[in-house]
């Protein structure tokens, strides 16, 4: 299997799936995968798990990946910083 670029651009100006960034594809199947930060990202069902990510959700169409994404990650901030800001609040180092 060729492996897909990750460009810039619109899938439907398009000249081929490997013109465009493989998660813009709106007929893709994705999962929802987090990492230890509790990060989240969209990854595609045809490309192998990165190392340090678990999938949260999927496989599914990239719509419902999305709304996951936007329901279950609410904070931006990387767990680390979270933990660190709330221990700075309460007076430990």
Same mark, same amino acid.
């Given at each position: 299997?060729?492996?897909?670029?990750?460009? +810039?651009?619109?899938?439907?100006?398009?000249?081929?799936?490997?013109? +465009?960034?493989?998660?813009?594809?709106?007929?893709?199947?994705?999962?929802? +995968?987090?990492?230890?930060?509790?990060? *989240?990202?969209?990854?595609?069902?045809?490309?192998?798990?990165?190392?340090?990510?678990?999938?949260? *959700?999927?496989?599914?169409?990239?719509?419902?990946?999305?709304? *996951?994404?936007? #329901?279950?990650? #609410?904070?931006?901030?990387?767990?680390?910083?979270?933990? *660190?800001?709330?221990?700075?609040?309460?007076? +430990?180092?």
């Amino acid at each position: 299997m060729p492996v897909q670029r990750f460009l +810039v651009g619109s899938w439907d100006q398009a000249q081929s799936e490997e013109d +465009v960034n493989i998660l813009d594809n709106p007929d893709g199947r994705f999962f929802v +995968v987090v990492n230890d930060e509790g990060q *989240h990202s969209l990854w595609p069902e045809s490309l192998s798990l990165p190392a340090g990510w678990t999938v949260a *959700h999927g496989p599914a169409d990239r719509a419902s990946c999305l709304d *996951h994404v936007t #329901t279950e990650w #609410t904070d931006m901030r990387p767990r680390s910083l979270v933990t *660190h800001l709330e221990s700075a609040a309460r007076g +430990v180092a």
